[in-house]
């Protein structure tokens, strides 16, 4: 992730130096499979689809600091509750990483933060859906985590190389967190009948959601529409949303008998023919509704995070004080 | 801010005004300093905090930098052939160039 622009223009397509042959320059990087750097001319699609993916996967990790969040003050041991908390700081950092990402393409992370305050950018919307109880953190981490892996893995290879080299960052630190999400289950389905119950009811409502986090169908007839077919030619997308969908079935349903849950899927059974695992049908109803604003807790995540931005306003009025008050004593250049 | 507005200011520093700085990390010693990514920070000390607390959270690193990004000048992409090409055609700086018998021995 390098930074902004080192003082020439953001992006040549944008002036009249961009021609035929910068074109044939980019068209020839991607062809390679060669990776694309902040200062390389490239097509203004190509950077606009980049500026809203990173932004919506940015907003996404801070907005999911909230449901989980929710419960740190309530963690069941002392054990928990500084994993969650070094779980929930992790989502901050990767928001970061995202945000610094998505700054080299020329666009300012306050500007991004706007969008989102004001609806005009999305965010996942597994975060919109509440987390009632304690076994909903282990569900997040094992389910929505795991999702979100499956989702990221492929990207750490994404032909814009400031995201590619902030999703390798991402993916290492999200294995702890699907594994401490597995673990928080896996205590509660071998305790009490209360806590198996638990168990079971977080993740017969986790179990749809995150099946949506892939996306609507885009293979088969649906692959002519939406971006999926573009998006893999400039190698932003590796794999179609549906085929990420079926590997995360197939990873997670093993790991679901082997913590003892059933899924909610009446229609979820081998398919000793395709060698994969088949499921019903998705209420796509709802993932567009929830995307559209209509969740369990769409306006309160939002709120959220415009009231804890707009309180911690004067804390950085406050560093830009104390910053320009100690300029004069600054020492540069001094490397140890 | 609305959009027409991102130009009010330094090129990489943010809404409060804040500079971009670009973040080296020393994994461990004996190691160079590698480019890590980004923070904005109102000075320099307070970059390093934030680098600390964003890229080194699982002792990641022994030493850091931060460096303004505005400080730094960078050969340009379009350029790159020109730039680059005067090393293009001395092979003869590598060591397979040359044409040695077969049986001499540390060579």
Redesign the interface.
């Known amino acids: 992730m390098y930074g902004n622009d080192f003082g020439e223009p953001l992006n040549a397509a944008e002036t009249e130096d961009y021609t035929s042959a910068v074109q044939e320059y980019f068209d020839g990087l991607i062809a390679d499979d060669q990776r694309i750097e902040p200062r390389d001319a490239m097509p203004e699609g190509y950077r606009s689809t980049l500026i809203r993916q990173i932004a919506q996967h940015a907003h996404s990790e801070i907005i999911g600091m909230q449901p989980e969040g929710n419960w740190i003050t309530r963690a069941p041991s002392l054990r928990r509750k500084a994993i969650l908390m070094a779980k929930v700081q992790d989502e901050a950092g990767h928001g970061l990483y995202l945000y610094s990402a998505a700054e080299t393409l020329g666009v300012d992370r306050a500007e991004l933060l706007d969008k989102l305050h004001n609806g005009r950018q999305k965010y996942s919307s597994i975060f919109n859906y509440p987390t009632l109880t304690w076994a909903d953190v282990g569900a997040i981490g094992w389910l929505v985590d795991g999702a979100a892996i499956m989702n990221q893995v492929p990207l750490c290879r994404c032909s814009y190389g400031p995201y590619a080299r902030a999703m390798i960052r991402v993916c290492k630190e999200e294995s702890f967190h699907q594994r401490q999400g597995f673990e928080i289950l896996w205590t509660l389905a071998r305790g009490t009948d209360e806590q198996r119950a638990m168990a079971q009811d977080a993740a017969d409502r986790w179990w749809w959601p995150a099946l949506m986090m892939f996306g609507p169908p885009d293979s088969g007839e649906a692959a002519t529409q939406g971006h999926t077919a573009q998006n893999m030619a400039w190698g932003i997308k590796r794999f179609s949303n549906d085929d990420l969908r079926q590997k995360f079935v197939d990873m997670t349903v093993p790991q679901a008998d082997k913590l003892g849950l059933t899924l909610p899927d009446p229609d979820l059974r081998w398919n000793e023919e395709r060698g994969h695992y088949d499921i019903g049908p998705i209420d796509w109803d709802e993932f567009w509704r929830v995307l559209k604003g209509d969740g369990p807790c769409n306006s309160q995540r939002v709120e959220h995070r415009r009231a804890a931005h707009e309180d911690g306003a004067w804390v950085r009025e406050a560093a830009a004080a104390y910053a320009a008050k100690h300029a004069a004593g600054e020492v540069r250049g001094a490397v140890a | 801010?609305s959009?027409d507005t991102?130009a009010a200011h330094a090129?990489?520093a943010?809404?409060?005004?804040?500079p971009?700085?670009?973040v080296f990390v020393r994994a461990k010693r004996g190691l160079s300093h590698v480019?890590?990514?980004?923070?904005?920070?109102?000075?320099?000390?307070?970059a390093l905090r934030n680098a600390r607390?964003?890229y080194t959270?699982?002792q990641e690193g022994v030493?850091l930098?931060v460096v303004r990004?505005?400080d730094?000048?960078?050969s340009?992409?379009?350029e790159r052939d020109s730039f680059f090409d005067p090393a293009a055609d001395k092979v003869y700086r590598h060591p397979t160039f040359y044409d040695v018998p077969e049986d001499v021995e540390y060579l």
């Not at chain 2, 480019?35 to 307070?46: E, F, L």
């Open positions: 801010m959009d991102t090129p990489g943010n809404a409060q005004g804040w971009l700085f670009e480019h890590a990514g980004s923070v904005h920070a109102p000075d320099a000390t307070m607390d964003l959270r699982r030493s930098w990004s505005d730094i000048t960078a340009s992409p379009t």
